[in-house]
């Protein structure tokens, strides 16, 4: 029943900008993290830009300052602004959730989401391709 629909790929220039999307639906519970991942051809999927809840937020050191991620409560969507896009960004990108299940109480840092292995909900899939 959970969904999550992602768009707003496309291709650009280098030094262009996107904007992705991804609408979540179906759940209840925000357990801890949600995120964008990236995966390149023959490349294990990796963490770009994180958000625990509705609070601190995690990048990796090849997208600071380019990219940011935020999250609208009323309209169950996650985003990813991409500045500045380099080709070395084009992948397809996956919005991430971590939904409806228990937690321990205590302090987690955003570097705690930038694994794979925190989230039990996937997209299906947005391609970004960055040209010159």
């Known amino acids: 029943q959970v969904q999550l629909v992602e768009s707003g790929g496309g291709s650009v220039q280098t030094g262009g900008s996107l904007t992705l999307s991804c609408t979540i639906s179906?759940?209840?519970?925000?357990?801890?993290?949600m995120g964008w991942f990236r995966q390149a051809p023959g490349k294990e999927r990796e963490g770009v830009a994180v958000?625990?809840?509705?609070?601190?937020?995690g990048y990796a050191d090849s997208v600071k300052g380019r990219f940011t991620i935020s999250h609208d409560k009323a309209k169950n969507t996650l985003y990813l602004q991409l500045n500045d896009l380099k080709p070395e960004d084009t992948a397809l990108y996956y919005c991430?959730?971590?939904?409806?299940?228990?937690?321990?109480?205590?302090?987690?840092?955003?570097?705690?989401?930038?694994?794979?292995?925190?989230?039990?909900?996937w997209g299906q899939g947005t391609q970004v391709t960055v040209s010159s």
């Open positions: 991430a959730a971590d939904l409806d299940r228990e937690r321990a109480p205590g302090t987690y840092r955003p570097s705690h989401c930038m694994s794979t292995k925190e989230y039990n909900y």
């Open positions: 958000m625990i809840r509705d609070g601190p937020t």
């Open positions: 179906g759940y209840s519970y925000w357990s801890l993290c």
